[in-house]
């Protein structure tokens, strides 16, 4: 019966250590010329977006696992180029393509097809859209009379500069929740800095500072329904992947271990998990691996696809635990989607608990 004790204990310490056992699987890439894919966004449908090599050039692509990856084109009259950047889950895609006017922000869906939004007034002809939520609302930078700037656009008010925190006017807006919170960075008068900002209030952006112990610097790439924001930011250290709430401020997250001081939060899910990037023992000082953050069990790496360099970063997630990115591999650069091999921790956790009752159950009747 000791034996029976034992095992449950080793079981249950087991799976409590355990968050994601991800295996990362290639999305292929656009048929026609070299085998180049990346991977920028996931709706918790599993679509995924984010561009390729395809025999017109840089293509944005949207993936299905129904009907595998496929084009969506470009902007009429540039030069072929488009990147598709953020997803929502009416699966409108937004990005930048090459067009008649220059590099312009775009909006895509089945039904209308790729539609450019235009720019700001006063600058040079630019603009890129880097993310949109399930409101249609959309954010990215755009060139302004007072450089490239983060705006918000919207079906019915067109593009709008949001502000900046007091510099130079220069930033950019990267992801916005269903609550209209904006994130991103601005030249602030103490440097580059990450902000937050409603576009339904009439508050000003508000910067969230940096990791404390280097030279000032941080920006904001992701933040989810509870305003959680992923965050990069210089610190004692080095560059760290960094999370901030209203409650806590910012916070690191550390790094992988074994490679140079260096990591970058890229997207946050409404768990409060973020994905992104670190030097790691695999990795080395001069490439960089995928990784995998849970606020209880703490980073994991990703890998990479086999038979390349090693050589992955993760880009986003979606709120069943899907992760996307670009992994070295057999055939080149290729996007990749992980899929979990092990329940989420609450199942693995319950699962445990029952295992370890029954166990004990047994012994105590013997």
């Given at each position: 019966m000791k034996t029976v004790v034992l095992f449950a204990v080793f079981v249950y310490a087991t799976i409590t250590q355990s968050v994601v056992t991800a295996a990362l699987i290639g999305l292929g890439d656009l048929p026609g010329d070299t085998y180049l894919s990346a991977a920028y966004g996931v709706n918790n449908n599993g679509q995924v977006v984010g561009r390729a090599q395809s025999?017109?050039?840089?293509?944005?692509?949207l993936w299905t696992n129904g009907g595998g990856m496929v084009g969506l084109g470009d902007l009429s009259g540039g030069n072929f180029l488009s990147i598709a950047n953020a997803i929502n889950g009416s699966g409108q895609v937004v990005g930048q393509a090459s067009g008649t006017n220059g590099t312009e922000a775009f909006i895509w869906d089945n039904v209308n097809g790729m539609q450019a939004l235009g720019d700001?007034?006063?600058?040079?002809?630019y603009s890129v859209a880097m993310g949109i939520n399930n409101a249609g609302q959309v954010v990215g930078q755009s060139s302004s009379a007072v450089g490239n700037v983060p705006f918000i656009w919207d079906a019915v008010n067109g593009m709008r500069v949001i502000g900046s925190l007091g510099g130079d006017g220069w930033g950019a807006a990267r992801s916005i929740n269903d609550n209209g919170y904006v994130v991103g960075w601005s030249n602030s008068t103490n440097g580059t800095e990450a902000f937050i900002w409603n576009s339904n209030l009439n508050n000003p952006m508000a910067g969230l500072g940096d990791?404390?112990?280097g030279s000032f610097y941080s920006e904001a790439f992701s933040v989810n329904e509870h305003n959680q924001v992923a965050v990069y930011s210089l610190g004692a250290l080095g560059g760290e992947a960094a999370i901030w709430?209203?409650?806590n401020g910012l916070q690191g997250i550390g790094e992988l271990p074994g490679g140079d001081y260096y990591s970058v939060a890229q997207s946050i899910n409404e768990q409060g998990q973020i994905v992104g990037w670190s030097s790691s023992a695999e990795s080395g000082s001069a490439y960089k691996e995928g990784f995998f953050w849970d606020p209880e069990y703490g980073m994991q790496a990703l890998g990479d696809l086999s038979g390349g360099i090693f050589n992955s970063s993760a880009k986003a997630l979606n709120d069943l635990g899907q992760v996307v990115g670009g992994s070295s591999g057999a055939?080149?650069?290729e996007a990749f989607i992980t899929q979990s091999s092990v329940p989420e921790p609450s199942s693995l956790l319950l699962w445990g608990t029952g295992l370890l009752s029954l166990l004990l159950f047994r012994w105590f009747r013997h």
């Open positions: 025999s017109n050039g840089i293509e944005a692509f700001l007034p006063g600058g040079n002809y990791l404390s112990g709430n209203s409650a055939f080149g650069s």
